[in-house]
């Protein structure tokens, strides 16, 4: 072999090594994985995997999205991973995930989540974690029912047999419209409500706008009454300045909590919140992760986690969430205001962590027609409160089959984007 051979051989061959590792020039790229194990006989595997997007509303920024895990014993499990204004986006991603979980044991949850989290390698965003999320509950609704189950007997629950203490939202702007919504909670045992503050907030705020807010929280107590647990949903559109402000006038009204004074990832700020008020501090709806929620918990800077589980990473992650929660003295009241496969699958969490305090649903003391679309893919009145309580399911899994010809009725019709709003001036106002 002469010299030119010997090289070009070698280097050949180093080349090969170097494609046989996957590695690239900085060397940071992994082995391949081996496949993941192909069914056996007597062997439960997913086999595949249906991803449903649901226009329900015409104008919603939040058609649903549902997820269908099925297996080689015909067993199958549901998921939601709905997010609003980017539906078709999600999908996708599903569609990218599943070899993470088609071919897998079902069974293996924890397994499946952090492969799917941690090998995106780039640390999850909304959606990859409402992908994720959808998925996560399908495979527990999967787990229930292979080990004959409710998951929230899984999880060690239920704390309250009774069910999961939830609240409606109110959107009446008048005493009397406020005292017709407290006589129809009295009807139905309903004792906590949430709503808002009108119109969007500058940095540094008039006198008259943040007047009208307080105008807003007082009517609110004095129309629902003293025995009333009242949360007020700032939406992050008050600065810190102007939040500390609105949070200390308020502190006599005794409010269960204020959600998302500021965005929850400037962390910084929302500690300052909390120090400067006695008001309970409710945040966590737009965090991905139960990684997320370790800043907030650490600088005392949060009362009441609101993780979703459509967004956070499913029941594996909001579980997670309630744990740490529970370990930093911190209550859990996670957002809902998706699908009814999220909502079910929450009750399931709340049902099972001892520092849970209250549910949402974003619907009104009055059912729509969106919750007679929920009946009718369900079986059931989903999501409705009796006395008070969201009813536990006794069927394994998440408790629910879903009509597949019933959802067919409202095919997908496209993403449509979030609200975009705009101060006076022009300028970008968030909402």
Known sequence: ?????????????????????????????PAPAAALPQASPGKLRITGFKTFGVT?????????????????????????????????????????????FVGADPLRVEHIWQDMYIHAFYRAGPILGSAIAGIDQALWDLRGKILGQPVYRLLGGPVEPKGVRGYYHTQANTREQLEQVREQADELGVTAFKSGIPGYYEWIETNEAISA???????????????????????????????????KEVEPLKLMFIEEPCPPENYRAMS???????????????????????QLLE???VDILQCDINHVGGITALWKVAAMAEASGCMLAPHACEGPIGGMATLHVDASAPNFIVQEICSGVEPTFKEKLWEEWLGFPAMRMVDGYFPLPDKPGLGFEMNEAALAKKPFRGTKPM???FHEDG???AW
């Open 272 to 294: 300052k919140i909390a120090r400067r008020t006695t008001t309970p501090i409710a945040t966590g709806e737009r965090l991905v992760g139960h990684y997320s929620v370790q």
């Open 56 to 100: 329900w509303e015409d104008d919603s920024d939040r058609p649903y999205v549902f997820v269908k895990l099925e297996t080689n014993e015909g067993v199958v499990g549901w998921g939601e991973a709905t997010l609003e204004g980017k539906a078709g986006a999600v999908m996708q991603t599903i569609d990218d995930l599943q070899q993470f």
């Open 1 to 29: 072999m002469n010299r030119r051979h010997f090289f070009g051989g070698a280097l050949l061959a180093s080349a090969s090594a170097a494609i046989g590792r996957g590695a690239d020039s900085c060397g940071c790229a």
């Open 427 to 429: 300028s970008v106002a």
């Open 299 to 301: 600088d005392g800077a």
């Open 213 to 247: 807010a307080v105008g807003r929280m007082q009517m609110l107590r004095e129309g629902l009454g003293d025995d009333i647990d009242i949360g007020v949903d700032f939406h992050a559109k008050t600065s810190p300045a102007v939040a500390s402000i609105l949070c």
């Open 419 to 421: 609200a975009r709003v």
